[in-house]
């Protein structure tokens, strides 16, 4: 921009001094030839011939003039000339002098003398300031419209590799979808693809993990089951206590074998992206089968006590996936019940369900650890650390929120579970 205002005021200059020396030259021809055409005419005066500029300009822009004799001895001149000095020496020919242009033209004649005559510069350096505001003033405008469109320009990129961001931060495991390419750089589609293919690839090999680990419990079910018929089938005709109590030791361990079968394939269902269905269901009947079916599993029914929900509970959770959530959060509160007190579940809230049980005491270190995969709290435990890993996963997926502290702040003896589920429309009826 600087180098174009430059380049402008310099050409407006030399166009503008043509345009006024030429306007110059030629007043002074004329002033000159007028002169020797009425040379020696009684009563005319020679320093009036600039006198009609008084209507045209203003006072600061008017042109002056000398007429000379041959001797260079001033005869004549303007009325408007006041302060200004004739320059000395006089050179013949175009000069600048105190902010006026000046022309000194000889007559052919030299006997007639010569004419000098001088034109301010005032509306020449106006018409070339007003020119060169005028390209800035352009210029800045232009340079606005660029930073306003380059801004512009800039955040809608900076918008949609956001929007881009925000789209591939959303994959995970259970979704490896290929991104949306909508409003998408064309420079940045290569990458893109990549990506995608990468996902592509990353997506097979989890569905055959998950497959794999799916079947591979799914046929271990029936030899396990074979196992376990002709465990008892064997105990039946056994009479030696010592033997008996091998085989009792052996379906224990089937049964063990079983569970761990059951968690396994519980375990692929929630890889496999169970959590949330389409249409909102009551989930009320699920919630009171799984609460009455947990008071049949116990070893002590009486020391379970139950709050069944009442009226109905409308949300998009899957009911196999609530269903894995509380059957594990159930089995772990039967396993682990260790105390006088009783277990409770509470489920009289809409949405809202917490099991209590008394057990040893928990620090928050154990409260963090059991939550993870394969974490047991005990070397010799029954379990096998993946109830809670399990049901974690499943609420991510289905937005179900599961809390786990110390119930009572007096005692640290016991455990609390407390799940809730996203509430859809007319949650409760």
């Known amino acids: 921009m600087v180098i174009g205002v430059l380049i402008v005021h310099h050409i407006f200059k030399d166009e503008y001094d043509e345009l006024l020396d030429a306007s110059l030259v030629g007043k002074a021809h004329l002033l000159l030839e007028f002169i020797e055409t009425t040379q020696g005419s009684t009563g005319f005066d020679v320093g009036s011939l600039l006198d009609f500029e008084n209507q045209l300009r203003k006072p600061d822009e008017r042109s002056v003039m000398w007429a000379l004799d041959e001797k260079g001895e001033v005869y004549a001149q303007s009325k408007t000339v006041g302060r200004f000095p004739l320059p000395a020496p006089l050179i013949p020919g175009l000069s600048t002098s105190d902010g006026h242009r000046l022309i000194v033209l000889r007559s052919d004649q030299p006997e007639r003398g010569s004419v000098v005559v001088a034109e301010p510069m005032i509306e020449r350096n106006e018409a ?92 271990l079910r029936t030899p396990v089951a074979i196992c376990q018929a002709q465990a008892q089938r064997l105990r039946a005709k056994l009479s030696a206590p010592d033997q008996i109590e091998n085989i009792v030791e052996i379906e224990t361990g089937l049964k063990r074998l079983e569970r761990l079968i059951e968690r396994l394939l519980q375990l692929s269902r929630a890889q496999s992206g169970l959590g949330l269905t389409a249409v909102a269901t009551d989930v009320n009947p699920v919630i009171k089968l799984l609460m009455t079916e947990m008071r049949s599993r116990s070893a002590q029914p009486d020391k379970v006590q139950l709050k069944f ?57 154990d409260l963090d650890r059991i939550k993870q995969r394969f974490i047991r709290r005990g070397a ?15 609420c991510a997926q289905s937005g179900c929120r599961l809390e786990t502290y110390v119930p009572s702040k007096n005692s640290p003896r016991g455990f609390a579970a407390d799940l809730r589920l996203p509430k859809g429309k007319n949650s409760q009826a």
């Open 128 to 219: 070339i300031t007003d020119v060169v505001i005028g390209v800035v003033a352009g210029f800045i405008m232009l340079g606005m419209l660029f930073g306003l469109s380059s801004f512009w320009a800039v955040r809608r990129s900076v918008a949609m590799i956001a929007e881009l961001s925000r789209t591939i931060a959303e994959k995970n495991e259970h979704n490896l979808s290929p991104i949306d390419r909508e409003n998408v750089f064309s420079e940045i589609t290569p990458a893109i693809d990549t990506l995608d293919g990468l996902m592509a690839r990353l997506d097979r090999a989890m569905t055959a993990e998950r497959a794999f680990a799916t079947n591979a419990a799914h046929e």
């Open 309 to 365: 929900p009442e009226g109905r509970c409308l949300t998009r959770v899957d009911p196999d996936a609530l269903g894995i959530i509380l059957n594990n959060i159930f089995d772990n509160a039967l396993k682990h019940a260790r105390g006088p007190s009783q277990t409770i579940i509470d489920a009289s809230q809409p949405g809202h369900v917490v099991v209590f049980n008394d057990c040893d005491p928990l620090s928050s270190t």
């Open 380 to 394: 010799l435990s029954d379990g096998y650390g993946l109830g809670l890993s399990i049901v974690q996963d499943l």
